[in-house]
């Protein structure tokens, strides 16, 4: 399975951007989906996570209330859209496929991975 992450940029402070996950095939629409990010130097971590109906929704305490993600079921394509853009959300943004159908923050859970696209934030 191979995931496709795409949407990212360089932007300014307080901009908008839409990421988008697609998978090469259906695999992922049992399954929770969700986002992580590297920055520079920095261990990989958990920015949002969405069970395979969509209904429960988890975010990292740091993107909360300026990210939100979404999908579309039958497309199979996951959504990160995100507002009110730090440069502390500067990173690599990887979408993933969990091992089942939860929302999970824990990256253990998840047994597919994008190969993430860059988010550059100016200030």
């Known amino acids: 399975v191979q995931l496709q992450a795409s949407g990212g940029g360089l932007v300014q402070a307080g901009d908008s951007l839409r990421l988008s996950c697609t998978a090469s095939?259906?695999?992922?629409?049992?399954?929770?989906m969700g986002w992580f990010r590297q920055a520079p130097g920095k261990e990989r971590e958990f920015v949002a996570a969405i069970s395979w109906r969509g209904d429960v929704v988890y975010y990292a305490d740091s993107v909360r209330g300026r990210f939100t993600i979404s999908r579309d079921i039958p497309t199979g394509t996951l959504y990160l859209q995100m507002d009110s853009l730090k440069p502390e959300d500067t990173a690599v943004y990887y979408c993933?496929?969990?091992?089942?159908?939860?929302?999970?923050?824990?990256?253990?859970?998840?047994?597919?991975w994008g190969q993430g696209t860059l988010v550059t934030v100016s200030s």
């Open positions: 095939r259906r695999t992922s629409s049992n399954n929770g």
């Open positions: 993933s496929v969990a091992r089942g159908s939860s929302a999970t923050t824990r990256p253990t859970n998840y047994q597919y």
